[in-house]
């Protein structure tokens, strides 16, 4: 897993993961996954008036 904040309110992670554990038809399977995702904040909360 990566994860890079380019801004105070955002964060952008790259995960991959590998799973060799499936069994499909009788066989074991290679699963490969790749996910994106993006956080952004936003609201007022108690620790800024913005």
Known sequence: MMQYK???FSK???QYTY????WIDGER??????L???TIE????G???F
């Open 12 to 14: 952008l992670r790259l």
């Open 19 to 22: 799973d060799r554990s499936k």
């Open 36 to 38: 994106l995702g993006l």
């Open 29 to 34: 399977k290679d699963i490969h996954e790749i």
């Open 6 to 8: 380019p801004f105070e």
């Open 42 to 45: 936003a609201g007022a909360h």
């Open 47 to 49: 620790a800024h008036a």
